[in-house]
Structures are given as structure tokens and as C-alpha cells.
């Protein structure tokens, strides 16, 4: 492979997040692609290889701030390649010279075809000095559709040249478009472009630097999934709420996760696990994925006897998997509630009414903490113990919620997200079962099913 010289480009990346080493490695395949007249790891960790110190950035809308006022001052040469850790170089072969000829390129937008996305592309010198000097009275972000959209005549009326669209197309291109909100548009494959911005994008599989996954199930099944995801390796992890494996006869009765907000609580869950590089939001299956999380619905979708298997063993099964003998989530600084080692929780679905819940709040009780929500806790006391102050510990999200799990000596709940988190830290649980199918019952020597006489007394 040519190794392509580049004096005239600066290699930029900018990012201050938790996890440096995704960008450190978008670095790493740039430069196997390409050698850089200079190149500048912008963040806030000086130890980072490559690292240009700045303060850090802690929001979407700081980033883009930097990207328009700030970056113009760190880049010495007549243009700078901006990339991401889900936007880099791939193919050096396509690069030319021409791209030099422009101020500004980045793979057009679906579907108007403007130029562009900015998580990877080519911007001038002299346009970066001429963001920072124009002024305006509207927020920054997303800093791409600043510079592209809203200011684009701007930029264009003081020299600044866009890269047409078919020349911006050979410099990269993009899966779907980013509404701000969701990615959307018909779903494009990598079509010998210099770079790529989004897994999204259908890469070659000897350009994929990452697996990437997919699930659609509420998010108690994408816990359980994670056991799957864990031995596939990891990757990236896109939740949508299209799965391609419904309930055959109706698909209403196929429970699949919600919109961003509810990915944004669980993303904190699933990002602490070093096998998941990523987790984001995708309104529909991404036709990049390797490994489809789904698939484990596929004997609920025959109504097969396999229904009825655990839901972790069905997600092993769709890949010829054995069940895993270790933990397959884990967090840091476990919460631990003072005087409350037993963390219990009860989901207003799957309820075994004949439960002893009272007996056993009434020999419990005062070692008793909450989680769930707040109607889950006053149904839960009005049912089981009205007469015991048993307190709710509520959580801002699902790592707060495994913290206090972790934390505990002993989960006690029915099958619930609560219990797939307990399940997989592989906490001592005691489990409420539900009679018309158990699928949460995984054998390990610290799980017991029912309500032993001994926990009564």
C-alpha cells in the first residue's frame, strides 16, 4: 500500500471524552493511510500520543464552539483533515490533490446533497480564520451546518470555496444523514471514497476497524444481549426500535427499545463494559451490522419449544455460543446503601400474585432498599409492605441503577431490567418468576427461584 504524502495537511482530531483511545486509533489508521505535514491530538490529556493540551470540552455544543472559533489557532499548514473515532481515512490510493483546491469538503448531506458533514473532512486555513472572525448571533452547534448551511453564503461572499458535491463524494461519504436528533436517509455504501464518516457507513470488512451490532429489544433483552456481544468480541453498539424478527402473529406484542432519551439511559450502562466501544441511537436496522442481536427472537418468531428458554441462552444460541460461566457486565464504585444490604425491585409486569412478598418484607423489611420508578415503588408498598418503611433509592440511569445493584449483598425482584443487570454482574438473586414463561431462570449457584421457607423465618 502507498503510503500518501501530505505536507501541505494538518491531521486533526479534537476530543476531550472518556474514552481517548477510539480517537487515539482514528489517528493510527490515518496515518497508515497517510503521512501529515503535522499532526495535532487536541484534548485534555497531555499524555495522549500526539497531544496538543486545551481545556476540556464537556458538551456537543462546546465542541462545535471550538471547532468554529478556537481550531484556526492550532494549524499551521494551508488545510487540516478533521477527523473522528467514526471518521478517518480509509482508502489513500483515492485521495488527489484537487481536494486542495477548496476551503471546505465533507461528504454531502442526504438528501439535498449539500456539502457538508464535518466529523470528517478538509478545511482551509484561511477558512478556519475566517470562522473565527465572523460574527453571528446564533449557537454554533452543530458547527458542520454553521459552516455549510446556515452561513454558507456568508462564507462564499469573503472567497471561501466549497468542494462540489461530486468531488466531495470521491473525498468521503456518509452512512446516513444526522438530523441532530437521529440518523435518517437511505443508507449508502462505501464506493472507493478517501475516508468515511459513521459505522452507519457499509464499510469492506478489511476497512472495518470495528464489529458493529445491532438490537431492538426493551432494555432488560439488550442486557442479556451483551453476554452474546461480549463473546462475538464487542464493537460498536447501535439500539433502534426496528427489529426484524416480530412476533409472527402480531408484532405489537414484540417489546423493542424506545427512542434516544431512552438509549441515552442506558448508554452510560452499556459503555462501561470495555468490550463496547460505542452505543448510539439508529431509527432503523443499520445495514452495516455484523452481528444482529435479534436473532434471538427467532425461535419466539416459529413458536418454537425454545420459546421458553432464558433469554440470555437464547441470545447465546442464535450464535452457536455457550452459556458464559463469568460475569458479562461490570461497573465501578458500587453504591452501597448504609443498614440496606437487600436491593429489591418489582416491575408492574411479570408478577407471580401468590408471591410472599409481605412475609418476606416483614422479616426483611428493615434491610430493604427500592429501585425502579416511582409508581413501581408506591404499588410495591401499598402490595407488600404498607406497614414497613422500606426506602426508594431512584436512579438518573441504568450504571447508577447496576452501581447500587453492585453494591448490594443480595437483588431481590421478578423478571425485570433490574434482574438482568443483577444477572449479569452475577449478584446473589432471589427471583419472583412468572408462571406462564421464566425466561429470565439462568442455573448458577447463587440464584434461587422462588422464596425459600428459610428467607421467611
Known amino acids: 500500500m502507498r503510503t500518501v504524502l501530505l505536507p501541505n495537511v494538518t491531521l486533526v482530531c479534537v476530543d476531550c471524552t ?28 497531555k499524555t495522549r500520543k500526539h497531544a496538543v493540551k486545551i481545556d476540556r470540552i464537556t458538551s456537543l ?8 472559533r478556537e481550531l484556526f489557532h492550532y ?15 480509509i482508502s489513500g490510493e483515492a485521495w488527489t490533490d484537487k481536494f486542495l483546491d477548496f476551503d471546505y469538503g465533507g461528504a454531502p448531506f442526504q438528501p439535498t446533497d449539500t456539502v457538508g458533514n464535518g466529523g470528517f473532512g478538509i478545511r482551509s486555513k484561511r477558512f478556519l480564520k475566517t470562522c473565527t472572525d465572523l460574527l453571528t448571533n446564533d449557537n454554533e452547534h452543530p458547527e458542520d451546518q454553521w459552516c455549510s448551511v446556515r452561513h454558507r453564503s456568508e462564507l462564499e461572499a469573503k472567497g471561501m470555496k466549497f468542494m462540489p458535491p461530486s468531488l466531495a463524494r470521491k473525498l ?25 464518516h459513521s459505522f452507519l457507513s457499509v464499510l469492506p470488512a478489511d476497512k472495518k476497524p470495528y464489529a458493529i451490532a445491532n438490537h431492538a429489544g426493551d432494555a432488560g433483552d439488550v442486557c442479556y444481549g451483551m453476554a452474546a456481544f461480549r463473546a462475538l468480541g464487542g464493537g460498536v453498539l447501535y ?24 438509549v441515552n439511559n442506558l448508554k452510560p450502562l452499556l459503555e462501561a463494559q470495555p468490550y463496547v466501544v460505542r452505543v448510539q441511537y439508529t431509527h432503523g436496522t443499520p445495514f452495516s451490522t455484523d452481528f444482529d442481536l435479534n436473532r434471538f427472537r427467532i425461535p419466539w418468531a416459529r ?17 452457536g455460543l455457550p452459556l458464559p460461566n463469568e460475569p458479562w457486565l461490570a461497573v465501578s464504585d458500587p453504591i452501597t446503601v448504609p443498614g440496606r444490604p437487600i436491593v429489591v425491585a418489582r416491575s408492574e409486569r411479570y408478577q407471580d ?26 404499588l410495591f408498598k401499598g402490595f407488600a409492605a404498607p406497614k414497613f418503611h422500606i426506602p426508594h433509592y431512584p436512579t438518573k440511569d441504568c450504571l447508577e441503577l447496576a452501581r447500587v445493584i453492585a453494591g448490594a449483598k443480595v437483588f431481590c425482584g421478578n423478571q425485570s431490567l433490574p434482574l438482568a443487570i443483577a444477572h449479569g454482574l452475577g449478584k446473589p438473586v432471589v427471583v419472583e418468576e412468572w408462571s406462564l414463561n421464566a425466561n429470565c431462570h439462568i442455573e448458577r449457584p447463587n440464584a434461587v427461584y422462588g422464596m425459600p421457607e428459610e428467607l421467611l423465618t
Open 18 to 45: 472518556d474514552k481517548l483511545h477510539l480517537a487515539e486509533k482514528a489517528i493510527e489508521r490515518s496515518l497508515e493511510e497517510c503521512s501529515f505535514g503535522d499532526v495535532k491530538f487536541l484534548t485534555h490529556d
Open 61 to 68: 455544543e462546546a465542541y462545535s464552539r471550538f471547532m468554529i
Open 75 to 89: 494549524v499551521n499548514t494551508s488545510h487540516a483533515l478533521v477527523v473522528q473515532w467514526d471518521g478517518f481515512p
Open 172 to 196: 468521503s461519504f456518509e452512512g446516513r444523514s444526522w438530523d441532530s436528533q437521529e440518523w435518517q436517509g437511505v443508507p449508502n455504501k462505501w464506493k472507493d471514497s478517501f475516508g468515511f
Open 239 to 262: 439500539l433502534s426500535p426496528h427489529n426484524k424478527y416480530p412476533h409472527p402473529l402480531d408484532s405489537r406484542w414484540t417489546r423493542t427499545g424506545g427512542d434516544p432519551e431512552w
Open 303 to 319: 413458536r418454537t419449544a425454545k420459546d421458553f428458554d432464558s433469554i440470555l441462552k437464547l441470545h447465546m444460541d442464535a450464535f
Open 353 to 378: 400474585v401468590t408471591y410472599p412478598w409481605g412475609k418476606f418484607a416483614y422479616r426483611h423489611g428493615d434491610r430493604m432498599v427500592f429501585v425502579g420508578t416511582e409508581r413501581e415503588y408506591n
